[in-house]
């Protein structure tokens, strides 16, 4: 078989095929062809497109984030999501956060400004109310310590190699060409601007480049000589802080036959975020597991009955081994002590699945995501004709950015979606709300 091999030139390079670089290279090559330009658009990808960490998330799609200006850019990505619901394999199936009084305020804060921007979502306060709402949904939930509960209308989940699939087909449709195999490992420089990327198949010329690396942010950041420590606030109190921290986000298939997540009268479920502050017990033997705050996801999965999940992530710090990445590595697996966390905390929110550790199928799997030192991504200039496109682990959603990043790049405009995702907020103090969630990534 004849494999296609990149050209000598490209106007556009775009590097990684995770959904940052494919959503980049499809906008890209769409605008160009609207203004009646050839869409000459190429991705780099060293491995296979989705051989990031977009091919194994879990796929929610969520909008329950502190910092408003995510809120803003996720309604815009929803609605990317939204056009090609079957491609995607998008399940609108709603999304709901059920949260304990010491996130009220963050919620009521979100559920504000999600009405500000129309991202159409109900807010339940109080226990009362929440019981009420959480029980027409599910007759046996345990409200108990439960004080809001946000039901995000237009969220819910996609098919993480299914989005992949679908972006790349967009782009090819568009006109973009996808290189697999292919690996950046240097670039050539005219000046300041970058003026030819040097792969692992010899050096291809370009006028312009659109990074989004993924996990592998440290490895562009010194191929481009810049510092990997970016310094956090300004004065005696500014620090210094790796630009990239890793984080195993560990999460499963469970399957308990016969029982599942669907609701009163059959109604599908929506994605549920479930955080508690009251100790959380182990189903199989009654041992505490923890009296810190806690919390678990789910969605329904793929075959009937069975549940996606995830919970307890892990700091892994600044230097963590990503090659080979993905579920082959040990490394990068959950371990089964989620396996007993995560269906203790089923069995705590839904009295279906107490009394049944035995029968659980568990399969935990999950894997390494990256982050920036205020948790949310950076979309910026790092040369006057290099765009860099930055991971805070909750990327798999932000269709949006690669679009506004490509209009950035034809120098349309600014984006203003954008704008609060600069790397000078970091040196500015500008960084972005952070809830109290039990996660780092909300
Ligand atoms: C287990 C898990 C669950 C998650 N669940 C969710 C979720 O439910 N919802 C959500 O929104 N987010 C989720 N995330 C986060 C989300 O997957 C990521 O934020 C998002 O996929 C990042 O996309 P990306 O394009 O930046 O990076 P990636 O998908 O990692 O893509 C980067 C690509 O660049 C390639 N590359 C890197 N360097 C080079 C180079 N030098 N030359 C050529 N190619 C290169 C890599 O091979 C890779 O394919 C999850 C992450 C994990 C790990």
Known sequence: MMVDEPPASARFVVIGGGVHGLSAAWHLAKELTASGENPNVIVLE????????????????????????????????????????????????????????????????????????????????????????????????????????????????????????????????????????????????????????????????????????????????????????????????????????????????????????AGNAGRAAPVVHFDHTAPLYSDRDGELITDQPWGIYFRMGMTGGSVVGGGLPLEMGPDFELDPYGPENPKQLAGDDLSEFFTSGLAFALKRFRGASDLWDSNPNGGVLALTPDRYPVADWTAPNVYSILDAGHGFKMLAVGREAAREILGSAKSSLLAPFRLSRFGSGATHVVSKSPYPWT
Not at 65 to 90: L, N, Q
Not at 199 to 224: D, K, N, R
Not at 253 to 258: A, C, M, Q, V
Request: proline share 3%.
């Open 46 to 261: 060293k491995s296979q497109i989705g051989a990031g960490a977009s091919g194994i998330s879990g796929g929610i799609v969520r909008n329950f984030y502190r910092s408003e200006a995510m809120t803003e850019v996720i309604a815009e990505s929803v609605a990317i999501f939204e056009d090609d619901r079957e491609g995607f394999g998008f399940h609108q199936v709603g999304y709901l956060a059920v949260v304990p009084e010491v996130q009220r305020e963050d919620l009521e804060a979100i559920a504000e400004h999600q009405c500000e921007v129309g991202y159409e979502s109900e807010l339940a306060s109080g226990d009362s109310n929440c019981r009420e709402y959480l029980e027409w949904l599910w007759p046996d939930v345990n409200s108990e310590g439960v004080q809001a509960v946000l039901h995000e209308k237009r969220s819910g989940w996609a098919d993480a190699i299914g989005t992949i699939r679908n972006l790349a087909r967009h782009a090819r449709e568009a006109g973009v060409r996808i290189f697999e195999g292919v690996e950046v490992i240097g670039l050539g420089y005219s000046g300041a601007e970058v003026s030819e990327v040097i792969t692992s198949g010899g050096a291809i010329g370009c006028e312009a480049v659109i990074a989004a690396p993924g996990l592998w942010a440290p490895a562009w950041w010194q191929m481009q000589g810049l510092d990997p420590l970016v310094t956090i606030g300004e004065g005696d109190s500014a620090e210094q802080r790796p630009l990239t921290e890793y984080w195993l986000a560990r999460e499963g298939d469970y399957l308990l036959p016969g029982v599942g997540l």
